[in-house]
Structures are given as C-alpha cells and as structure tokens.
C-alpha cells in the first residue's frame, strides 16, 4: 500500500468514526424526546438510563478474525452491526416492547433486524431485546444512512450480561461448566425477579387506579 493509499484509509476510517458517532447522536436524541412524551402523557418514565459507545478498533479487529472475514474497512461495513451501539435500561419486561415499537415507527428510522432474545433467551440465559437500525445522517452534500445496534433490558437483565460478560473474557470464552451452570440458574431468577417486579408494579398501579376513582 503506497502512501495515499494509506492517506484514503486513514480518512475513510475517521469519516465512518465521524457518522457512527453522529448516528449515536441522533439516536441519543430521539431516546430523549420519546422518554419526554412519555412521561408527559403517561406521568410515567419507562427508561432508567442509556449508555452509548463506539467499538472501539481492536474489538472491530477481533471481531471480524473471529468470524473469519477480512479485516478491511469494507469488511467492517458490511459484516459488523454492532459499531455504534446504544443500550437501552428500563425498570419492566414491559417497557422493553413499548419503547421498541415507538423507536420502529419513527418515520425516519427503518429497522433491519430483530432479535428477541426474551421471548428466545440464548442457552446460557442472556436475555435482552436487540434492534439493528438505519439512521440518516444529513450532511452538507447529501444522506448517509448508518447503522446503530440499539439493546433494550431491565436492571436485572443488564446487571446478569455485564457479569457474565467479565466472566466471558475472565476465561476467554471457555468458563468452568460449573460457573456456566451458576449463571444459568442466576438467569433463571433475574427472569423470575422481572416477572414479580412487573405483577408488583401492575397491582400499584390497579390500587392508585382505584383510589382515583375514588376521589
């Protein structure tokens, strides 16, 4: 590679930098206002907090080796959906699919892939629900529409994926098979908390509906 070849890299590379993290702006953005119309209408704030990050090169680069792809620009572009990335905490099961479809009928927003892994866990019990969106970025010369993985979960649900993944890289993917049990049955009761939280929250809810009518 000649030096502008190297020069086109090193600027390819920076200007894709510059739209994930406008694409995490405008994400960022729109979270905001949907959170905002929410507890306006419904007196109710569904999110408890997003957290938001750009991949950063080395685990582009492990990534891609791993699946066995090229480690190009290109390559990234087309096989890796998770660059920019934007997750989303709520307090119930139910929040999830709520603030999933408001984000999915946003005119500008068009969803290229779901994965529910609530409905579907994964075999070692990570639960989570998972958006791969294009979002449009308007520059001075035209659109570029960019690709944001977007993670939605409860407290529970976030606070088993981020010790399992520590655990993951504690063992390079390759944890004694009594840990991988423990954090199943773990799993297994962060699913039986989301579902005793969510029949608590719904009977508060019914006794201030109650009380209401009363008045």
């Not at 997003?50 to 891609?64: C, G, H, N, T, Y």
């Not at 998770?82 to 307090?91: L, P, Q, T, V, W």
């Not at 099961?93 to 529910?116: C, P, R």
């Not at 993917?173 to 005793?196: S, T, W």
Request: with cysteine; glycine share 2%; net charge negative.
């Amino acid at each position: 590679m000649d030096s502008t070849d190297k020069f086109l890299e090193v600027d390819t590379w920076q200007t894709l930098m510059f739209l994930y993290n406008a694409a995490l702006k405008e994400v960022n953005t729109k979270i905001e206002i949907l959170n905002d119309e929410f507890l306006h209408i419904h007196n109710y704030n569904p999110i408890e907090h997003v957290k938001s990050r750009i991949k950063s090169p080395e685990s582009i680069v492990k990534k891609l080796r791993r699946h066995g792809h090229e480690v190009t620009i290109e390559s990234m572009q087309q096989h890796l959906n998770d660059i920019a990335g934007i997750r989303i905490i709520c307090s119930f099961t139910s929040d999830i699919y709520q603030i999933a479809q408001m984000i999915s009928n946003q005119s500008d927003v068009k969803v290229l892939t779901v994965k529910d892994y609530i409905a579907s866990p994964k075999p070692n019990g990570y639960k989570s629900y998972h958006l791969v969106v294009l979002i449009p970025i308007f520059l001075s010369d035209g659109r570029v529409d960019t690709k944001v993985e977007i993670q939605i979960r409860t407290i529970a649900m976030d606070f088993w994926a981020s010790l399992e993944h520590k655990i993951y890289y504690k063992f390079e993917g390759n944890a004694p098979e009594q840990i991988r049990a423990d954090l199943k049955d773990c799993a297994d009761i962060v699913e039986m908390l989301d579902e005793r939280m969510l029949n608590l929250n719904e009977m508060i809810q019914s006794y201030r509906g109650k009380a209401e009518s009363r008045t």
